[in-house]
């Protein structure tokens, strides 16, 4: 329990110093202590109402309306093959599609990207991105190898990366929940631990606020990576030994 008090704890923190981390961070340490669908359903009201919130406060800064519409419609697509994976993969898979996606993850993270996605290129792939990232959010419970990579690459000012984001993440949400409900995974007792998630989250996210401001993201970032490796080889050595 402690144990992932403190997870929730740091998610907040990174998720308001950088506008998202939430999910890289909570579903790899749930999944290692309990399983894969009880980690994404606890995220359900985090994942809904802490970018809600983070779509209100940067909705000045914006990609345009049509951009993001076709990227929350192709996640929600991804949302619905990927839940369908989560009800009919085994729960060995789907830890090994929570290291898979890490390890995709933290490749892309490490590796020295130095061109910037042009907006003209990236407008021609949005559908295809959106459609990866929704299916890793409904079968591992992290898009962000796919989403996250996406918004960063087009080197957005950070203003324009949170409210964006936050954008696709409520969107697939809200596709992922009666997905969810019909598959019997999020449960009432499910929802009532996705809630006392999202008020631990919400009080951490101030401090994050303040310390995004105040220090460089690699820190974060550095943080985030150090943490995933290890969580992926314990889930990895597991899976293995099972």
């Known amino acids: 329990m402690i144990i992932t008090l403190l997870t929730f704890v740091i998610a907040g923190i990174i998720k308001g110093a950088i506008g998202s981390g939430v999910p890289v961070v909570v579903v790899p340490v749930l999944t290692m202590l309990y399983d894969v669908k009880l980690a994404i359903a606890v995220l359900v009201a985090p994942n809904l109402f802490s970018n809600a919130l983070q779509v209100w406060q940067y909705r000045q800064h914006l990609l345009p309306l049509r951009f993001l519409l076709s990227f929350a419609v192709a996640g929600?697509?991804?949302i619905v093959l990927g839940t369908w994976g989560l009800v009919v993969l085994s729960p060995t898979l789907l830890s090994l599609g929570v290291a898979a996606a890490i390890l995709l993850?933290?490749?892309i993270k490490l590796a020295k990207r130095t061109a910037t996605l042009p907006f003209t290129v990236a407008k021609r792939i949005v559908l295809p991105v959106g459609l990866l990232a929704g299916v890793l959010q409904?079968?591992?419970?992290?898009?962000?190898?796919a989403s996250v990579t996406f918004?960063?690459?087009?080197?957005?000012?950070r203003r324009v990366f949170i409210g964006s984001i936050s954008v696709f993440f409520v969107a697939i949400t809200l596709v992922q929940i009666p997905a969810l409900l019909s598959a019997g995974i999020l449960t009432g007792e499910r929802t009532l631990y996705s809630l006392g998630a999202l008020l631990v989250i919400l009080a951490a996210m101030p401090i994050g606020a303040q310390l995004g401001r105040r220090l460089p993201h690699?820190?974060?970032?550095?943080?985030i990576m150090c943490l995933l490796a290890s969580i992926a080889l314990k889930i990895i050595l597991d899976a293995l030994l099972t």
Request: hydrophobic content about 50%; charged content about 10%; aromatic content about 12%.
């Open 138 to 145: 409904g079968a591992a419970g992290m898009s962000a190898p």
């Open 105 to 107: 993850y933290l490749i």
């Open 218 to 223: 690699r820190w974060f970032d550095n943080l």
């Open 151 to 157: 918004l960063n690459a087009m080197q957005l000012e």
């Open 76 to 78: 929600g697509a991804g």
